[in-house]
């Protein structure tokens, strides 16, 4: 079958002169613009870069008098002016855009998309003054002067319908509501949305130019725009060029392909699989690009990253072919310490870090040359975190590049910007996360090859943030996750493939609330508990097993269906009982107080009081609304531990069922 041909192919080189100099006005470069049909592409550079005169090139402006020759859905064809552009579906919504003052949005659609321009407006105009009349008779009048429903009208419910979709993405917008205002009515929202509706309604869209257009637009408004505007996009098979300056908004768009504007001349930057998520705290680095290693082995020249480099593997790793490939083959610049350490909870340990900051400090010569330099951490959850606090305490933050090797580390360790130690408490109670910081990384390296050797109960026990996620945000990615877990051998392409998934909910999570203070309390769902049996077992209970007990407590106190779910499948999968789990149900209720009131978070315990996050059905934190508060609910304790000792008797009985 031959390849679709695309949507739009343009090799482009405009000059104009200025006295006796030819000054370059945009060149498409040694690789031409291909944009395939349906895909999202993004396009960057700096101010005067040549990014809107490329768009303009391509919508028949030119600065020049030739006309513009590509190929649009491969056909050759020679665009001389706008009307030219329009007829062959090709769309530009421009940075600086304006709409006329005085009349409304409808209005103008109907202006712009009218057939017979102003003789629309007219009739339109006249049917609502008729209408005014008494007894009907301005109907009948309208009807013998011939001003029936037409096909403009037809436009405005276009318009209407699409209105209609960008509300479905934020229910507290009413974006269907500016066809009736005037533009000095309108947000910074409701104003991008209008602007883009005006373009959408073209009958026959091939390609839509958007640029610069959220300049102004609250960053907890734009994104929804975004993910309205994409949908449609991808469902029509319209292809997309987005101009932006804003990092966040070029992540926003996951888009299929990259471009830079550089000195007037087009290039192609690479593409990776998921293209970035947001890192989880503005600050040094607000967005946080993720490579895939087996496609993309130069990610260290896109980042621009040479080291020199501190190099912290995880000892079973560290002569696995996939570290050695990473560490010998793409990482760039020369490795002046490394270091292989065993992973687990007992690494982050004050002393643990206390002694390799003076084993590096000891090592002058190594030290003094890391000033600038970066560390690449290799490992699951625990070397993360432990490798990611030296990384930021060390000469105030190095750039930090993560290759996550666990499924939890990649569904949840990785995003999200923190990194921790643990601390004995007076008690002598493990106070896990005692001491952190938040440090953004620069980079996020993926490779699926690790969890191939991964052991299966790791690969299972991994899962437990993916079902997390799944029942907030994604029913059919809980569902897959299940499986997984259940599967005593679970493929280790699949579990790659949920991770990832997992790792995009969380960052689209964090990037509306990365302080957790509101719709950021998803992450914490089931972790009280989890948090609590892990403190009571000393540590010995694994992160992902206390996890899966965290949900069924949040669960059965939400009083969800998903509860005898996700226990069934706990209890023929045998994850929950092994490992100090049982052993932590036999302690007594005053135990177990302790280690909940141990908990910092104020957004888990306070005055005496748990909190927890009702869910009602799978997936039904979708999307963020303004009633996200509303489902967190309180108990005090004493109405509590009724409901938690039910859960214990329930995973203590399993043995017996399984048998």
């Given at each position: 079958?031959?390849?679709?041909?695309?949507?739009?192919?343009?090799?482009?080189?405009?000059?104009?002169?200025?006295?006796?100099?030819?000054?370059?006005?945009?060149?498409?470069?040694?690789?031409?613009?291909?944009?395939?049909?349906?895909y999202i592409y993004t396009l960057q550079g700096?101010?005067?870069?040549?990014?809107?005169?490329?768009?303009?090139?391509?919508?028949?402006?030119?600065?020049?008098?030739?006309?513009?020759?590509?190929?649009?859905?491969?056909?050759?064809?020679?665009?001389?002016?706008?009307?030219?552009?329009?007829?062959?579906?090709?769309?530009?919504?421009?940075?600086?855009?304006?709409?006329?003052?005085?009349?409304?949005?409808?209005?103008?659609?109907?202006?712009?998309?009218?057939?017979?321009?102003?003789?629309?407006?007219?009739?339109?105009?006249?049917?609502?003054?008729?209408?005014?009349?008494?007894?009907?008779r301005g109907n009948d009048i309208a009807e013998?002067?011939?001003?029936?429903?037409?096909?403009?009208?037809?436009?405005?419910?276009?318009?209407?319908?699409?209105?209609?979709?960008?509300?479905?993405?934020?229910?507290?917008?009413?974006?269907?509501?500016?066809?009736?205002?005037?533009?000095?009515?309108?947000?910074?929202?409701?104003?991008?949305?209008?602007?883009?509706?005006?373009?959408?309604?073209?009958?026959?869209?091939?390609?839509?130019?958007?640029?610069?257009?959220?300049?102004?637009?609250?960053?907890?408004?734009?994104?929804?725009?975004?993910?309205?505007?994409?949908?449609?996009?991808?469902?029509?098979?319209?292809?997309?060029?987005?101009?932006?300056?804003?990092?966040?908004?070029?992540?926003?768009?996951?888009?299929?392909?990259?471009?830079?504007?550089?000195?007037?001349?087009?290039?192609?930057?690479?593409?990776?699989?998921?293209?970035?998520?947001?890192?989880?705290?503005?600050?040094?680095?607000?967005?946080?690009?993720?490579?895939?290693?087996?496609?993309?082995?130069?990610?260290?020249?896109?980042?621009?990253?040479?080291?020199?480099?501190?190099?912290?593997?995880?000892?079973?790793?560290?002569?696995?072919?996939?570290?050695?490939?990473?560490?010998?083959?793409?990482?760039?610049?020369?490795?002046?310490?490394?270091?292989?350490?065993?992973?687990?909870?007992?690494?982050?340990?004050?002393?643990?870090?206390?002694?390799?900051?003076?084993?590096?400090?000891?090592?002058?010569?190594?030290?003094?040359?890391?000033?600038?330099?970066?560390?690449?951490?290799?490992?699951?959850?625990?070397?993360?975190?432990?490798?990611?606090?030296?990384?930021?305490?060390?000469?105030?933050?190095?750039?930090?590049?993560?290759?996550?090797?666990?499924?939890?580390?990649?569904?949840?360790?990785?995003?999200?910007?923190?990194?921790?130690?643990?601390?004995?408490?007076?008690?002598?109670?493990?106070?896990?996360?005692?001491?952190?910081?938040?440090?953004?990384?620069?980079?996020?390296?993926?490779?699926?090859?690790?969890?191939?050797?991964?052991?299966?109960?790791?690969?299972?026990?991994?899962?437990?943030?993916?079902?997390?996620?799944?029942?907030?945000?994604?029913?059919?990615?809980?569902?897959?996750?299940?499986?997984?877990?259940?599967?005593?051998?679970?493929?280790?392409?699949?579990?790659?493939?949920?991770?990832?998934?997992?790792?995009?909910?969380?960052?689209?999570?964090?990037?509306?609330?990365?302080?957790?203070?509101?719709?950021?309390?998803?992450?914490?769902?089931?972790?009280?508990?989890?948090?609590?049996?892990?403190?009571?077992?000393?540590?010995?209970?694994?992160?992902?097993?206390?996890?899966?007990?965290?949900?069924?407590?949040?669960?059965?106190?939400?009083?969800?269906?998903?509860?005898?779910?996700?226990?069934?499948?706990?209890?023929?999968?045998?994850?929950?009982?092994?490992?100090?789990?049982?052993?932590?149900?036999?302690?007594?209720?005053?135990?177990?107080?302790?280690?909940?009131?141990?908990?910092?978070?104020?957004?888990?315990?306070?005055?005496?009081?748990?909190?927890?996050?009702?869910?009602?059905?799978?997936?039904?934190?979708?999307?963020?609304?303004?009633?996200?508060?509303?489902?967190?609910?309180?108990?005090?304790?004493?109405?509590?531990?009724?409901?938690?000792?039910?859960?214990?008797?329930?995973?203590?009985?399993?043995?017996?069922?399984?048998?």
């Amino acid at each position: 079958m031959s390849e679709e041909a695309p949507a739009l192919f343009a090799d482009l080189s405009i000059s104009r002169t200025e006295g006796r100099k030819e000054l370059k006005v945009v060149d498409t470069g040694d690789q031409p613009l291909r944009l395939r049909v349906g895909y999202i592409y993004t396009l960057q550079g700096a101010n005067g870069a040549g990014k809107s005169s490329l768009i303009r090139a391509l919508m028949g402006v030119p600065e020049g008098d030739d006309p513009v020759r590509m190929r649009v859905g491969g056909m050759e064809v020679a665009v001389k002016d706008v009307a030219d552009a329009l007829s062959h579906g090709l769309v530009a919504v421009f940075q600086d855009d304006e709409l006329i003052p005085t009349m409304t949005v409808r209005e103008q659609l109907l202006l712009r998309h009218a057939g017979k321009g102003f003789r629309t407006l007219f009739r339109n105009w006249s049917r609502r003054l008729l209408r005014r009349l008494p007894d009907n008779r301005g109907n009948d009048i309208a009807e013998k002067l011939g001003l029936e429903r037409s096909v403009e009208e037809q436009v405005l419910e276009r318009a209407k319908r699409m209105l209609e979709q960008f509300d479905a993405f934020d229910p507290n917008a009413h974006y269907v509501d500016v066809l009736e205002k005037y533009p000095r009515q309108l947000s910074g929202g409701e104003f991008a949305v209008a602007r883009i509706v005006l373009s959408q309604v073209y009958e026959r869209v091939r390609v839509m130019f958007l640029d610069e257009i959220f300049s102004g637009v609250y960053r907890d408004v734009w994104p929804r725009i975004v993910d309205a505007f994409r949908k449609w996009a991808i469902e029509n098979r319209v292809s997309v060029l987005v101009v932006s300056h804003s990092d966040a908004e070029l992540v926003r768009w996951r888009p299929n392909g990259r471009f830079e504007m550089k000195d007037r001349t087009l290039r192609r930057l690479p593409p990776v699989q998921y293209e970035a998520v947001y890192a989880g705290l503005p600050a040094r680095h607000s967005t946080c690009a993720v490579f895939d290693a087996r496609k993309h082995e130069k990610w260290c020249d896109e980042m621009d990253l040479h080291g020199p480099w501190i190099v912290l593997v995880d000892q079973v790793l560290a002569q696995t072919p996939s570290f050695k490939r990473i560490r010998n083959q793409q990482l760039r610049g020369e490795v002046v310490f490394e270091l292989s350490l065993a992973g687990g909870e007992t690494l982050k340990s004050l002393d643990s870090a206390a002694a390799m900051l003076s084993n590096l400090a000891e090592n002058g010569e190594a030290s003094r040359s890391l000033r600038g330099g970066a560390v690449l951490i290799v490992g699951g959850g625990t070397l993360l975190n432990f490798g990611g606090f030296i990384a930021n305490v060390l000469y105030r933050g190095l750039t930090t590049v993560l290759v996550p090797t666990t499924v939890m580390a990649i569904a949840d360790v990785a995003i999200g910007s923190k990194t921790s130690l643990n601390l004995l408490t007076l008690e002598g109670m493990p106070f896990k996360h005692a001491l952190g910081t938040y440090h953004n990384p620069a980079a996020i390296v993926l490779d699926n090859r690790f969890l191939q050797e991964l052991p299966s109960e790791q690969r299972r026990l991994g899962l437990s943030e993916c079902l997390k996620h799944g029942l907030l945000q994604d029913p059919g990615l809980f569902k897959q996750a299940l499986a997984l877990m259940v599967d005593q051998e679970p493929s280790w392409e699949r579990c790659y493939d949920v991770a990832c998934q997992t790792m995009e909910l969380k960052a689209e999570v964090l990037s509306l609330d990365p302080w957790e203070a509101s719709y950021g309390r998803l992450l914490l769902f089931g972790h009280l508990h989890a948090h609590s049996l892990e403190r009571l077992s000393g540590l010995t209970v694994p992160h992902g097993r206390a996890v899966i007990f965290g949900l069924l407590v949040d669960l059965h106190l939400s009083g969800c269906d998903a509860y005898a779910e996700l226990r069934d499948a706990s209890v023929r999968s045998r994850v929950l009982i092994q490992n100090g789990l049982l052993s932590a149900a036999q302690r007594s209720e005053a135990d177990w107080r302790s280690a909940y009131f141990a908990d910092p978070k104020e957004q888990h315990i306070k005055d005496e009081e748990i909190h927890y996050l009702a869910l009602e059905k799978s997936g039904q934190f979708r999307e963020p609304t303004a009633q996200f508060n509303q489902s967190v609910r309180k108990l005090p304790w004493s109405q509590f531990w009724p409901q938690l000792r039910f859960v214990l008797n329930d995973i203590q009985s399993a043995p017996t069922r399984d048998r």
